[in-house]
């Protein structure tokens, strides 16, 4: 079954100077447990369709489906992670990472949602950190914690929009490593958003094109190529 199904999405930003269309008939399934990358110059949209799929907007035509109820509002099974993760300076990188337990309701005890966040943070190779604050970490320590945060209360889908961007060449694939080695683990469905076809052709099951504009999807086969 398609945890995430987006059906002829179009969709026009207001402006002064009138509708500015951004995307059109857009397709896009992505199975349960999969990672789809969406790939695209600057500006053609990839932003907006992360919002579509948070239910942050709203299409002005078509569907966004997420496990089987139609996405009209912003909701917690949804995580996000972006290239710049906000974590807070005044909590520790473990409270950080705990924040989504204290926020969406659930039914862990204190000691069991601590357990979740430690394993979460040995699994990305940052146990020993948990007590030390975001800036006494390197760019791409902090950008773990902030995955580790992004799934810490499972979403239904993670969606990465350019998450490695600002990360250099070789802190990225160590990145890439741990991404692989948190799904072996945890399996998450997730899309990634990115300008880098070997980060997509890396992490992703599926590679979908974003072209055009206003930009519409291209599939691509293939792309379970070697290497991984
Ligand atoms: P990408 O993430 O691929 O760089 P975006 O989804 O951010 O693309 O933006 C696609 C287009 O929509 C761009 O031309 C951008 O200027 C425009 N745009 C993005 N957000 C808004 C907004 N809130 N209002 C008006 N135009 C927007
Ligand atoms: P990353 O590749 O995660 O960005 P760096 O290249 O900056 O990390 O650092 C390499 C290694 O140095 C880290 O994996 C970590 O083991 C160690 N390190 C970085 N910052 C600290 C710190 N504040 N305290 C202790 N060790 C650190």
């Given at each position: 079954?398609n945890l995430?199904?987006?059906?002829?999405?179009?969709?026009?930003?207001k402006?002064e100077?009138?509708?500015?269309?951004?995307?059109?008939?857009?397709?896009?399934?992505?199975?349960?447990?999969d990672?789809?990358?969406?790939?695209?110059?600057?500006?053609?949209?990839?932003?907006?369709?992360?919002?579509?799929?948070?239910?942050?907007?709203?299409?002005?035509?078509?569907?966004?489906w997420?496990?089987?109820?139609?996405?009209?509002?912003?909701?917690?099974?949804?995580?996000?992670?972006?290239?710049?993760?906000?974590?807070?300076?005044?909590?520790?990188?473990?409270?950080?990472?705990?924040?989504?337990?204290?926020?969406?309701?659930?039914?862990?005890?204190?000691?069991?949602?601590?357990?979740?966040?430690?394993?979460?943070?040995?699994?990305?190779?940052?146990?020993?950190?948990?007590?030390?604050?975001?800036?006494?970490?390197?760019?791409g320590?902090?950008?773990?914690?902030?995955?580790?945060?992004?799934i810490?209360?499972?979403?239904?889908v993670?969606?990465?929009?350019?998450?490695?961007?600002?990360?250099?060449?070789?802190?990225?694939?160590?990145?890439?490593?741990?991404?692989?080695?948190?799904?072996?683990?945890?399996?998450?469905?997730?899309?990634?958003?990115?300008?880098?076809?070997?980060?997509?052709?890396?992490?992703?099951?599926?590679?979908?094109?974003?072209?055009g504009?206003?930009?519409?999807?291209?599939?691509?086969?293939?792309?379970?190529?070697?290497?991984?």
């Open positions: 079954t995430i199904d987006i059906k002829g999405v179009t969709h026009a930003y402006t100077n009138g509708p500015l269309p951004v995307l059109e008939n857009l397709n896009i399934s992505v199975p349960e447990g990672f789809c990358a969406v790939v695209g110059p600057s500006g053609c949209g990839k932003s907006t369709l992360t919002r579509l799929i948070a239910g942050l907007i709203k299409p002005d035509e078509g569907e966004v997420l496990h089987g109820e139609r996405v009209t509002s912003p909701r917690s099974t949804v995580g996000m992670a972006f290239q710049n993760p906000v974590l807070l300076e005044w909590r520790t990188i473990l409270d950080n990472v705990l924040l989504p337990l204290e926020i969406v309701p659930n039914s862990m005890s204190k000691r069991q949602k601590q357990d979740r966040a430690r394993d979460l943070l040995a699994l990305v190779g940052l146990d020993g950190f948990e007590d030390k604050r975001p800036s006494e970490l390197s760019g320590m902090r950008q773990r914690a902030s995955l580790c945060r992004s810490v209360h499972k979403p239904d993670l969606i990465m929009d350019e998450p490695f961007g600002a990360l250099d060449a070789f802190t990225r694939e160590d990145l890439w490593q741990t991404m692989h080695r948190l799904r072996a683990e945890e399996p998450f469905t997730g899309v990634l958003i990115t300008h880098d076809l070997r980060e997509s052709v890396y992490l992703a099951d599926e590679v979908i094109v974003l072209s504009r206003p930009a519409t999807t291209q599939h691509v086969e293939n792309v379970k190529l070697s290497g991984r």
